[in-house]
């Protein structure tokens, strides 16, 4: 269903700071192009955690081979040193695969290649 306003305008598009959605949906283009299996957003509720909601999950379709987690860039340069020491990073390292974090478009390469 298509709902018009009774006026339409035109309205000016101010880009705001780079959204972790946007810095995910690349981070998926990019596995599409390395040929890696991916989910979004996979909730979960193993090792008797109260459940978590991974950003990406890649996968080889019976296993998860690596968790990412998507941050915004930050000025603070010791970002990532402080969330290892986060209650987040602690579940999930607790499930035992490789967890990577990714602040921008710089990391993917890395990440990747890693994986």
């Not at 981070?27 to 909601?53: D, H, I, M, T, V």
């Not at 968790?67 to 290892?84: A, D, P, Q, T, V």
């Amino acid at each position: 269903m298509k709902i018009m306003p009774d006026v339409p305008r035109v309205m000016d598009f101010l880009p705001r700071k780079d959204t972790e959605a946007n810095l995910t949906y690349r981070f998926c283009k990019a596995c599409e192009q390395y040929g890696l299996k991916f989910f979004c957003q996979y909730p979960s509720r193993w090792n008797e955690s109260p459940g978590c909601r991974f950003d990406i999950v890649v996968h080889n379709g019976k296993y998860i081979k690596a968790l990412i987690e998507i941050k915004r860039k930050s000025r603070n340069k010791k970002r990532g040193e402080m969330w290892i020491n986060t209650r987040q990073c602690k579940k999930y390292m607790s499930f035992g695969v490789p967890v990577f974090l990714v602040y921008d478009d710089k990391d993917f390469a890395e990440v990747l290649n890693a994986i």
